[in-house]
């Protein structure tokens, strides 16, 4: 008996199907989703719904595992990937082969043929804090185009927004002055993932990433230091720790050195005797191991006009703890626990169809219907609360700030792509007008999100009809 792969049909698709690399190019986007999208589709097509305009929000029902507020990022991927919305005669062919569409109507193949997003999009920008159950993003299209679309913006945003939240608070931790640097790609959920990861922590305001790909991509210099294995192995070698600095810096002279594989007090006076004799510069000295508060301490007696960096599974948490212990740490390599972690709980749901609003009434998963704004309430540079209203309503009590900018137009971008530094100081100065029960590391308190006279008669309206 054949397999399912044997069974297909090679024909100019052979490519698709006897790729067993897995790995996945901008080109590759439009069959990245689930299979329901498209059968979706396909029966909106059926139907004669495909055409009918639909709104759909994407929000967060709840924010990531002890964070008061989340920093939205992932729109500029959305908007590329929304730019590019293709399906090429080869991925149509192989989605027929499977035999799970045998009976789609064939305008469902005309329409994957000539598809184009052709519809609207409202986004809060990239660096703004929001909060759970407001919408970081709306798309107003064709039912068939906006149902599509999902899966992509749900993995581009929900992702990004986990990194920049994180990142962000690391800053606000770490403080201005400090150096925080992206080392998480070895950890980050696929090679996809860490470049990602590595942008939102650079847009968050993070000064550097060590991943190659990322930075050279992002317009950035690339940083880092040197592995332990270097030192044994050229120790090992060539007879001692020195020699493996002194070999490093003939190649790179002046790098950071990692100085805790053997003796770290040891190595930083070995160091030491050759800056002050000007036998060598030192721009830093990295550790990642032991008690590093201590030995920051040591270090920075030793070393005083030297940066000192530390690494190894850092958060918010032990920098805080650091800090608090009186270490003597310049900047901080951060990586599994920034890229990995708790979710953002992002989800994409309609809210309304054909002018018609609509909501989910599941327990614990309730919605609210039509197309929504966030007005943001700011007083002396601090965020009172937000207002989630109807757009377009007129609100009375809350300041007129709305968040939620329009970024695509019938398909066609209105607004330039934004610098990382832009979006940083966003980040920055979004942490800044936050208060500070809602920027706290244990048990932070999110400002309250009222929610409009319109939009409540709405949802009681709307119940009802149900």
Known sequence: MK?????????????ILEDRELT?????????TDLYQLTMAACYVGEGLDGRVASFELFARRLPEGFGYAIAMGLAQVLDYLEKFRFSPAQIQALQSTGIFAGA???FWTLLATARFTGDVWAVPEGTAV?????????EAPLWQAQLVE??????????????????????VAGPEAKLLEFGTRRAFGPQAAVWAARAALAAGFDGTSNVLAALKLGRKPVGTIAHALVMAVAALEGSENQAFAAFHRYFPGAPLLIDTYDTVAAARMLADRVNSGEMQLEGVRLDSGDLAVLSREVRSILPGVPIFASGDLDDREIAKLK?????I????LGTKLVSG??????????EIDGIPVMKEASGKVTYPGRKQIFRHIENGQILGDCLALSGENIKNCDSIPLMKLVVKDGKRVQNEESLDDIAKRTAASVASLRPETRQLDNPISPQVEISPDLQSLTQKTQKSH
Do not use: H, M, W
């Open 342 to 351: 708790s979710p953002v709980n992002g989800v994409y749901k309609l809210v």
């Open 3 to 15: 397999t399912t792969t044997e069974s297909l049909q090679l024909t100019g698709f052979e490519e």
């Open 105 to 107: 109507p064939e305008r």
């Open 324 to 328: 608090s212990s009186g270490a003597c």
């Open 131 to 139: 909060f759970a159950n407001e919408p970081l993003l709306r798309i």
């Open 24 to 32: 996945v190019s901008s080109a590759d986007y439009s069959l990245l």
């Open 151 to 172: 899966t992509y913006l749900l993995n581009a945003i929900n992702y990004q927004t986990l990194i920049a939240t994180r990142a962000a608070r690391l800053r606000d």
């Open 330 to 333: 310049d900047g901080y390599g």
